[in-house]
């Protein structure tokens, strides 16, 4: 039985630490310090180094000999980041993805925050001129021409300057101190407002202006109407809604008109978008719109930036957080409502660390708050489908694109067996994008593969490139020249002979994004190619230059992977085609179909947007696949119903629930015999309750052997929600403490999207 020690002396401290254990640190409070309150960091020492906590609470008693607690070293807030509800919130996700609660604390904190940084570092220290200097004339310290230029310029300024302003134009600290030494000089007091974190100071909420639109809305469709009507009225109230609308239909246009309402009420906004979707053009248009203060919280902005953003939505001066999948964490004093675009996205779920799927911790967040959410896309989840099937979500469409002349296009199967490919082009397909091109038009070309080619073969022995330290295929590039393997980023040279028999004919084999490029720069050769993918785009300074090539040429191909079909508004576009539409067709993947069609769906929304009629062309080798033509002539609702009932039939989710335990070293011997314990111990719970879950495995990764380690996995399957976080559970003191566990690197995924 564990024993408990009462502290008599005074409260203890109870601590979030990021680190792999799940559980509470207690500390002695800091010395000659007023007790912290929950939500504050806090400075602790951790064995032989000290950590940035958060403090959970306070406590009379602890497990361990109050002999052998440490003291705290200081708190680093005077106010909690967190209000109580919002670390109750926290302290949910935590124990529903079983993770340490330090580790989700640590998700939702900027990087400057988690690393101990003041989220109020003292301002660039400032200095000004005191009552002597402002009178003095500046040719009286003419035996100190540097002295007398620093006094004439704050003379003329009529203000403190910053230190670092000054130091720029070349006064020292020298200079400036021997100017206080004469009493000529004091550093500027700052007021509170003042004491910020050296970045532009952020408006107050008395001095907004009253109206919070600053352009005029767009009218609404007759279609539009009664949608924005419906979500006004659910304002008061936790009311979660599918906003399933056709690419182009106008969600945006709902959005905005939604948020208006929202902040007339003084509230904020949360919009959760996928990564590849918030673009620039994205953040403009909230901004153009509101005259409240629009922030955005993503991976592409620096610490600092992320820092201001952050401070200001937590502060209740930024109306509208635009943000990540991470985002679901900022606290927002005055939310009320969620919003999640393109809410089918994979990016919305967390492959590392903490595995979270923002998506469902938005509805969780929403139902908490007693606000309302809204789930977007022109293809939602199964999930999100199910839920609405079954009415508990409020479902709403929008099935037309704005304006008389817009229809929406129907997609066309290009069937290219026996068709000789060009750098994967059929000849068809090259003729209608040259008919697009000479109407003056942009055409769209999606090709889900980057590089060169996939596959360097020897046409002697055949051959094959592979990764040394994977279970892959190494992918040739042009640009930098070389071998790349895209699950552990080894490089190597292109040989110049065969290693297996000498042979000095290497053929490369399919066509990734830079031999499309090639293929339609030699078709093509006065017309635009703008390719977007990773290698092309490698930071939205570099999204930004090809955005803005591609709302100046026409015409033009666009040419790349799955970024250059989501979210973007391309009104030049009258042809979208899909080189490979059969990646997804037969895999092994469960959602492998779902997030096909989704893709599918989404490339042909790029067409016919504007004014101009679209066209949609797809290549594929199975023209006649039952599935790819109800997806094209029924749509995209009338194959995710199908595949829903399929999902029932089989028992899957979202009919089941699922959690993955994987497990890595760097000897495949290691990895099997830890997890065959595990199993033979999930196995010895299991059987408690034996007719809601099941065990699929142990077995190796279907990539077996990724970055040098060797990768097993055992799926757990369960009819009941309850029974298997029961297992899991009962499991994890097991994985914290058998010795087997402790040779492999293991990690949990609840509700997992990828089980490969």
Request: proline share 8%.
């Amino acid at each position: 039985m564990r024993q408990i020690f009462q502290s008599k002396k005074m409260p203890l401290i109870q601590v979030a630490l990021p680190t792999p254990l799940r559980r509470l640190f207690d500390y002695w409070p800091a010395a000659g310090q007023p007790l912290p309150q929950p939500g504050v960091r806090i400075q602790v020492p951790f064995g032989n180094r000290q950590m940035t906590g958060l403090v959970m609470g306070l406590v009379d008693q602890s497990s361990l000999s109050t002999s052998r607690l440490k003291a705290a070293i200081a708190y680093l807030d005077q106010q909690p980041l967190f209000s109580v509800a919002h670390l109750d919130f926290l302290q949910w996700v935590a124990g529903y993805y079983h993770q340490p609660l330090g580790e989700v604390l640590q998700a939702a904190l900027p990087a400057l925050l988690r690393q101990g940084q003041a989220l109020h570092p003292p301002q660039e220290p400032r200095w000004q001129l005191t009552e002597a200097g402002r009178t003095i004339n500046p040719a009286e310290l003419s035996r100190a021409p540097k002295q007398a230029a620093l006094v004439r310029l704050l003379q003329s300024a009529g203000r403190s300057l910053a230190q670092k302003n000054l130091q720029s134009q070349g006064f020292t600290l020298t200079v400036i101190n021997n100017l206080k030494g004469k009493g000529l000089l004091e550093p500027a007091k700052l007021t509170p407002r003042q004491q910020g974190i050296g970045l532009p100071q952020l408006s107050p909420a008395e001095h907004q202006p009253r109206s919070v639109l600053a352009e005029v809305p767009l009218n609404l469709t007759a279609e539009q109407q009664p949608v924005v009507e419906q979500l006004h009225g659910l304002l008061q109230g936790f009311n979660p809604v599918l906003l399933q609308g056709v690419t182009g239909s106008g969600k945006t246009e709902v959005y905005l008109q939604l948020i208006q309402r929202v902040l007339e009420q003084g509230k904020q906004a949360l919009v959760l978008i996928p990564e590849i979707g918030l673009t620039p053009q994205t953040l403009r248009r909230f901004e153009k719109r509101f005259n409240r203060r629009v922030v955005a919280l993503h991976s592409g902005m620096t610490d600092r930036e992320r820092l201001e953003s952050w401070r200001s939505a937590v502060e209740g001066k930024a109306a509208v957080v635009l943000g990540t999948r991470s985002a679901i964490f900022v606290p927002l004093p005055k939310l009320g409502v969620i919003l999640v675009d393109e809410e089918h996205d994979a990016s919305f779920k967390q492959q590392d660390g903490v595995r979270y799927q923002a998506r469902d911790l938005a509805v969780l967040r929403a139902k908490r708050e007693n606000i309302p959410v809204v789930l977007g896309s022109a293809t939602p989840s199964l999930e999100s489908l199910a839920h609405a099937q079954r009415g508990d979500y409020l479902w709403l469409h929008l099935r037309q694109r704005p304006g008389v002349s817009v229809k929406l296009p129907v997609p066309t199967l290009l069937d290219i067996r026996s068709r000789k490919l060009t750098g994967g082009f059929s000849e068809p397909l090259l003729k209608a994008m040259e008919r697009h091109l000479q109407a003056g038009n942009q055409v769209l070309v999606l090709l889900n593969r980057r590089g060169f080619a996939p596959v360097l073969m020897c046409s002697a022995c055949g051959w094959i490139a592979g990764c040394q330290h994977c279970d892959a295929r190494m992918t040739w590039h042009r640009e930098p020249p070389g071998l790349h393997c895209h699950h552990c980023d080894h490089r190597q040279p292109l040989p110049y002979t065969c290693p297996s028999c000498g042979h000095d004919e290497l053929l490369p084999l399919g066509a990734g994004t830079e031999r499309a490029e090639e293929t339609l720069i030699e078709r093509f050769a006065d017309i635009p190619v703008i390719r977007l993918d990773r290698d092309s785009v490698r930071n939205r300074h570099d999204l930004n230059n090809k955005l803005e090539q591609i709302a100046i040429q026409r015409p033009a191909i666009l040419l790349g992977t799955q970024m250059l079909a989501k979210g973007h508004h391309f009104p030049d576009v009258t042809l979208a085609t899909v080189l490979d539409a059969d990646h997804g067709l037969y895999s092994s993947d469960p959602r492998a179909m779902e997030r096909t069609a989704q893709l599918l769906i989404q490339v042909a929304g790029r067409a016919g947007r504007a004014e101009k009629p679209g066209e949609v062309i797809i290549q594929t080798h199975h023209s006649d696949d039952p599935r790819l033509e109800k997806l094209c002539l029924e749509g995209y609702e009338a194959l995710a119903l199908d595949l829903l009932a399929e999902r029932r039939n089989s028992h899957w989710p979202p009919f089941a629930y699922l959690a993955i335990l994987r497990a890595e070293a760097h000897k495949t011997e290691v990895v099997g015999q830890m997890m065959s314990a595990l199993a033979t111990h999930a196995r010895q719970l299991r059987d408690l309750e034996p007719e809601t879950l099941t065990l699929l495995g142990p077995v190796p990764a279907p990539m077996e052997r990724r970055q040098g380690r060797y990768h097993m996995q055992l799926l757990l399957h369960a009819s009941k929600r309850a029974p298997l976080h029961r297992l899991v559970e009962a499991l994890l003191p097991w994985l914290e403490n058998a010795p087997e566990a402790r040779r492999v690197r293991w990690s949990l995924d609840i509700d997992p999207d990828d089980l490969f």
